[in-house]
């Protein structure tokens, strides 16, 4: 009898405990990655891209260098870069440039930015980037959340730069302006890119933008309904996955 329970509760400590180790590791499953072995530096893929990396300068919404940019560099999937590659072949023959403003952004920066817009003295910024929003809204709004596609390691935020001239082309605002300005829709049907007048945008801008939407979807990449610059390859490798290395050459 003794000998029947002993073999029970053996039993019973060896179903516990792997019912424990499988919620251990269960726990353990986290939706984010440290290994940058399946990304590359955008400019060794498209090196006519121009970059102008915003978040590893003070020039941006949040007014100082953004945590977890080391290098002023941008990453993406390598998936991605070559779409990217294909995307300023395009547009080159047409007689421009990309102009890149950010890529891949580690969770380290999008936590950075959830610190700044819970600091609500801290508006250094707003006259630049933010004038007709309260940034007590920024969360409800959509502005900022606690998780970034760009982590994901395939969107870029990017403009184009007219070759003949070496400016930026004008899209009729600037980036990480937030506002109603800065959705595609501004001015115009993007689907039909049939321009609409309006106060904000000029014709020109309209079709400024269509340019540049236009190659991007053409190669890959789909668009974000609230900004023009934001764009996300279609059929990115790691759509549920969120990487935490900081931006720098690996």
């Excluded at 809204?137 to 070759?163: C, N, P, W």
């Amino acid at each position: 009898m003794n000998s029947l329970r002993l073999w029970k509760l053996a039993a019973l400590l060896l179903v516990c405990g792997a019912v424990a180790t499988g919620c251990k590791k269960a726990d353990q499953v986290a939706p984010f990655e440290a290994d940058a072995s399946n990304f590359t530096v955008i400019t060794d893929v498209v090196p006519d891209a121009i970059m102008e990396i915003r978040y590893y300068s003070t020039y941006n919404f949040v007014g100082t260098r953004v945590d977890g940019y080391l290098e002023p560099i941008a990453l993406m999937t390598r998936q991605a870069a070559d779409s990217l590659r294909a995307v300023s072949d395009d547009l080159k023959q047409q007689g421009y440039r990309l102009k890149i403003y950010d890529a891949y952004r580690p969770q380290m920066a999008v936590d950075h930015f959830k610190r700044w817009a819970e600091d609500l003295n801290d508006t250094a910024m707003k006259p630049y980037f933010y004038p007709h929003v309260d940034k007590a809204v920024l969360f409800e709004q959509g502005y900022i959340a606690a998780k970034s596609g760009h982590s994901r390691g395939s969107t870029v935020d990017l403009t184009i730069v007219d070759m003949a001239t070496g400016k930026e082309v004008d899209m009729g605002g600037v980036f990480d302006w937030f506002g109603p300005e800065s959705h595609p829709d501004c001015g115009g049907n993007p689907e039909t890119m049939e321009y609409r007048p309006n106060d904000t945008l000029t014709a020109t801008q309209f079709h400024n933008r269509m340019i540049l939407r236009t190659a991007m979807t053409r190669h890959g990449f789909k668009p974000l309904p609230e900004e023009w610059w934001h764009f996300t390859l279609a059929e990115e490798p790691f759509p549920d996955t969120y990487f935490t290395f900081p931006v720098k050459r690996y």
